[in-house]
């Protein structure tokens, strides 16, 4: 496939070999296993003389379509693909980071994510420093001298804050550490991080790339030497992504660029809808000129994305009647979905996190985060103005 094709080409068009039955849509390789024409080829194989697939926990057709597509999408020299973005995000950090290692992270991220780093890296002597998203400038003040890789999320989950890549990967190429990145909101589509500097890229599949809230699966792909310390690591420890997952994942990035267009349109009629009404207290939308990184967006994004954060007025009590007053949306921890999801982040994505995390990270009590699905934007308006008005 000529990599100079457009986007929705690739996402299309990138497909494994066909077989001796000449289909037209790819098959499924359920198969543990793979057969050897004698000993020799197989010695060959396991030697990593020959390249080709040897057991479905180190690779597989299906998986290899899917990652040669993410590959694609955001510049990368190479990938692996794993059960879920969590297990994307531990593998990363399992094969890179060694006792004794220090990690510099945006304070704003996933709760799972926080997790491991306040309560499993330090029982292993690896240390995290947090900074917040509007001072990506003295993020060099936290290096330390065995610092590995600078990480973040952007835009942030859940209050959808924006970093500036390009002072991240200036800032770590000036100390020679990695710049990792997790692009779960924007997608390949809508963002490429390693074309502003970034070592490796992180998805959780989960959530937009499958689009339809079916099947888990994550990725990371970036730099080919990087890859391999995180598939040798990897192919130890088993957290593969399955040949099913993957055939849904691939399938599912064929129309990525059609559902993304008509998502973020969604999401930003409906944060502008929000920001006028009398019972929000405010609004977070990348693309919208109130977002305070508004102008770091429109420089890295092609869209604003498919989720807005906002909070109710009433706290606690006002957003619990907002849910419980929603009729047409789906009350869910999920995101990405065709259906339009909204969300508590302080009671259920970020529940475990320490309350003053969550007020540190923007995460209210009152704080709701909506990922706008494919439903007419009159109708999530429309719902989403009587749960407010209930």
């Keep these: 496939m000529n990599e100079k094709k457009n986007f929705e080409t690739l996402a299309v068009r990138t497909q494994t070999e066909t077989t ?23 010695r060959a194989s396991f030697a990593e003389e020959k390249q080709r697939d040897l ?42 980071l060694s006792a004794g290692d220090h990690v510099v992270s945006c304070r704003s991220v996933f709760g799972a994510t926080h997790g491991l780093f306040t309560k499993y890296f330090p029982k292993w002597n690896i240390q995290s420093s947090y900074f917040d998203v509007n001072d990506v400038e003295n993020v060099e003040k936290l290096i330390q001298p ?6 973040a999320e952007t835009p942030t989950n859940p209050g959808v804050d924006v970093l500036d890549l390009e002072v991240l990967s200036k800032i770590a190429k000036k100390h020679g550490i990695l710049l990792i990145i ?15 500097g970034a070592d490796l890229v992180i998805h959780s599949a989960t959530k937009l790339i499958d689009g339809q809230g079916r099947v888990l699966g994550g990725i990371t792909v970036g730099n080919k030497d990087l890859i391999r310390e995180i598939y040798l690591f990897s192919r130890l420890t088993g ?34 809808f929000l920001e006028s009404h009398p019972k929000v207290k405010w609004v977070k939308y990348p693309f919208l000129k109130s977002h305070p990184q508004y102008e770091i967006a429109i420089k890295q994004m092609k869209l604003g ?41 302080a009671s259920t994505t970020h529940a475990k996190v320490e309350p003053e995390v969550k007020l540190a990270v923007g995460i209210t009590d009152g704080m709701v985060r909506c990922s706008l699905g494919l439903e007419h934007i009159d109708d999530i308006i429309a719902d989403i103005k009587q749960a407010l008005e209930a």
């Design 20 to 42: 001796q039955f000449s289909e037209h849509s790819v098959p499924l390789y359920l198969t543990s296993g793979f057969v050897f024409e004698d000993a020799e080829e197989m």
């Design 55 to 96: 057991y479905s926990r180190y690779s597989n057709p299906n998986v290899n379509e899917f990652v040669d597509k993410i590959c694609l999408m955001e510049g990368a020299e190479a990938g692996f693909a794993f059960a879920s973005g969590m297990a994307a995000i531990f593998s990363t950090f399992g094969a890179l």
């Design 146 to 151: 065995n610092t590995k890789f600078i990480y």
């Design 182 to 196: 997790d692009n779960c909101f924007a997608t390949p589509y809508l963002q490429q991080p390693i074309k502003f």
């Design 239 to 272: 957290p593969s992504l399955s040949a099913f997952n993957a055939w849904v994942l691939s399938k599912s990035l064929e129309t990525l660029a059609v559902r993304a267009d008509r998502q973020c349109d969604n999401a930003l009629k409906l944060a502008e």
């Design 305 to 345: 994305g498919t989720i807005v954060a906002f909070e109710v007025e009433g706290g606690v009590d006002g957003g619990r009647n907002f849910f419980d007053n929603i009729k047409m949306c789906s009350l869910s921890a999920n995101l990405g979905d065709t259906r339009t999801i909204v969300t508590h982040p």
